[in-house]
């Protein structure tokens, strides 16, 4: 599987270029499955909030991820697989170009791609494009700290574990002083691995493990690995 991590979504060009470029074609002639799971999971989310981003209603001016051009866009809701039967909802991931999953809680949105069986179907998605929004990249992350840890506050920050870093996002956003850059320095002081904070025009790329930042905005690698003279 092939990642774009991002903390707002496609707000930029150069974001989108990655997005084309992973894709190996034009946005217009790909399909896509929009995951709105993890806002269930957020006390912030409510009924509203995911129709808002399922609408395309949601970026505050920002073009959505469902707004982005594609040649179709569906719905998958995690939870509600269990109950469809894989032999269902498997040949719709497995079809799409892209999975577009949107923000809210990491913790829970890890919960129901295990319950649903689309964390172990990952491996199997070579060229599936997993475009993440805040949470939706959180997820792919092996911890978010327990400062983003909002459905269980009590239970684990443990996600998937996909990639070997943990993300930070939101940086610096206006009027979030728990976002701020300071606020990211302690976070990751309590995290044993690398973290990268990304701010809304910032985007992760991670394709056959090869990490790249996409940026027309700021970002910070912390816990860096020292490099050996």
């Known amino acids: 599987m092939k990642l774009l991590l991002t903390s707002g979504g496609v707000t930029n060009d150069s974001i989108r270029s990655a997005l084309v470029d992973l894709l190996g074609k034009p946005i217009e002639e790909a399909s896509a499955l929009f995951v709105p799971t993890a806002q269930w999971g957020q006390p912030m989310c409510s009924p509203q909030s995911v129709w808002n981003s399922t609408a395309g209603r949601w970026r505050n001016g920002v073009q959505s991820m469902v707004e982005l051009g594609w040649k179709s866009v569906g719905l998958l809701e995690l939870t509600a697989l269990p109950s469809v039967g894989r ?25 129901w791609m295990r319950k649903s069986g689309l964390a172990d179907l990952l491996p199997e998605l070579h060229d599936t494009v997993w475009v993440g929004v805040s949470a939706g990249s959180m997820v792919m992350t092996p911890r978010i700290g327990r400062e983003f840890v909002d459905w269980q506050p009590d239970g684990t920050d443990e996600t998937l574990g996909v990639v070997d870093f943990s993300i930070f996002p939101h940086l610096d956003y206006p009027g979030w002083t728990e976002n701020s850059t300071e606020s990211a320095r302690r976070w ?42």
């Open 87 to 111: 032999e269902r909802w498997e040949p719709w991931v497995r079809a799409a170009d892209a999975l577009l999953v949107d923000g809210g809680e990491a913790v829970f949105l890890a919960t």
């Open 188 to 229: 990751a002081a309590n995290l044993s691995g690398p973290a990268y904070a990304i701010d809304e025009q910032t985007a992760i790329r991670v394709v056959d493990g090869a990490v790249d930042v996409i940026s027309e905005g700021q970002w910070e690698l912390l816990n860096a690995a020292p490099q050996i003279a």
